[in-house]
């Protein structure tokens, strides 16, 4: 019960499952329906005595339906479905305890609406096969058709201090719509005639009627065993994929309680000269979720290198074992907080670093800057720790223009091998709605690389941009983040990295009309942003801190109708260059980041 002056609510039933509450009258009582094993009965709830009592007793495989008040408090009509499974109007009488069926028909009637006079319910039935208003009149149980409608009509309530009854529509080619029907109406059609061949599948029954079951009866076990999920496997996909370079394809199975999850990929070409696998097993039974797997040539990163027109590819061979411990304090449908750990051991190996030559076909071997040595390879045994916590109510603005939430990611990584070094990485967000229209996102991120790591592996602010895919759940696509200030290109490498970024962003267009295969523009949205970074050894003096301003648009490009990127044209530049202003602008373009996570 919501109070509507203060603001605060409270919970009136706990864990009975209730539902369909009606205020009587006199505004002292709650009548609701309540269902324990799948069986429906009424209660009432009193105000003043903050007590529950039970008003029905159904045992068999009954269902209640919108229970509704008499004018004088004294009966409660509503649906009842029995265990024939017909669903008709019925009405319960306080003082002698007696339920009385008020409708017999074959359809459907739900619904009830008490006449002010008490003389007569209005309820909606399915009867001629199209929901319309019906009324039965509680002295003689005649039965009169109020409304005659192909599309459909349901009853909602009588209109307050009025003579008219408030109902909705089917939802047409534009929206469901509110109308007043006038209770007293004459029906100007006919009964619906059908012949018996399109009809029967009304009345027709089995031939062999199942007993109606007893869920409070005791049940006989005639055998125990131990449950293993090895004796019940149950296929679950396969696709096999055959193109000119070759054939791939991948299989998934799993266990009949689907708490056994095994997942096979692969891939060769024509040649079989070369080919790659994985294997992947996912538990889900005991404890926490955890699982294994085993990669060979199918598991790769790749991000923007040293301004290199091919980027850093890497192809990382191994195994890992993982698992994960989410947690939810409290009700909260929106905080979760997770804890993983995650064991890997693999082999990275850098491709060559390629530019493309402007005047041959050949590519050329990439000169690598002063800032970024060429890749290393080497073999590695990775322990990771991590910890995420995530407050935001999922909504379709999430994609686009986020008003609330905040985040929180923590992770540790212990590397040895032939490289030895630790990886520290605190990452974390938030929104706020500033009015109506605008929202205020901040960003922080650290990182810090302590010991001998490889050459690809560096903390630091880069003239590289990274690719942000909102929509793919993780907004940050690959293993590394480049970070890049927008409206600078200067380079600093170092143990320590801090990035940060703050947005005021605000709507522009609701919808940008551009189709293209599919593939579509969705909303776009402004921003006035700073970003602000640093990076340095530990054991060093930092420089001074980089920061820029600018203002950029948002547009989303959709496949059907989600989200899968956000492309970004702004302008930014330091605090002394736009002091130094000439009137040139630096257009970018580049992907958009919404939330990290």
Sequence with gaps: MLNLETGKSEWLTKSMRANHPDWSNDGTKIVFVAHQNGIGNLFTYSLEMDEIEQMTNF?????????????????IAFALAGADGNTDIAMLDFESGKIQNLTDNDAVDYLPIWNPNGSEIIFTSHKGSTPNLHSVNLQTLEQRQITDVGEAVFGVQWTPNGSTILATTLANVDSTRIVQIDPTRQITTGDLAIREHFSKWRTIEPEHLLETANPAAPVEILNTEKYKFWKYPQHFMSLVMPDNYGISGFTVWSDALGKHLLQAF?????????GGFLLGYINAQHG???GFNYFENTRYDWRFYDGSASGLLERLDGWDFYTSVPYNFGNSMSSSHNLRFALTFQHREPFD????????????????????????????????????????????????LPKNGFG????????????????????????LPLGKKYAFYSRL?????????????FAGITNEHSIYANGFGEAILGNQENHNLRGSDEIRIGEQMIFGSSEIRFP??????????GISTGSMTGAIFSDYGNAFDLDETPEDWIVTFGVETKTEIKLGGGTIFQWAIGTANTLDGWKNYDGDLSIYGRFALVNPF
Excluded: C, M
């Design 59 to 75: 045992a068999d495989d009954v269902q209640i339906l919108s229970p509704k008040w008499s004018p004088n408090d004294k009966n």
């Design 266 to 274: 692969g891939w060769t070409p024509w040649n079989f000269e070369n």
């Design 288 to 290: 926490p979720l955890w």
């Design 353 to 400: 670093i390629k530019d493309w030559n402007s005047g041959t076909e050949k590519d050329t071997i990439h000169i690598f800057s002063e800032y970024f040595p060429a890749p290393e390879e080497g073999k590695e045994t990775v322990f990771s720790i991590g910890y995420n916590w995530l407050n935001r109510r999922p909504h379709s603005s999430n994609a686009r």
């Design 408 to 431: 929180v990611d923590l992770n540790y990584d212990f590397v040895i091998g032939d490289f030895k070094y630790q990886r520290i990485e605190s990452n974390g967000f938030f929104n």
């Design 445 to 457: 991120k650290t990182k810090t690389l302590l010991g001998t790591p490889p050459a690809q592996e």
């Design 508 to 517: 522009l267009l609701k919808k940008v009309p551009i189709n293209i295969l």
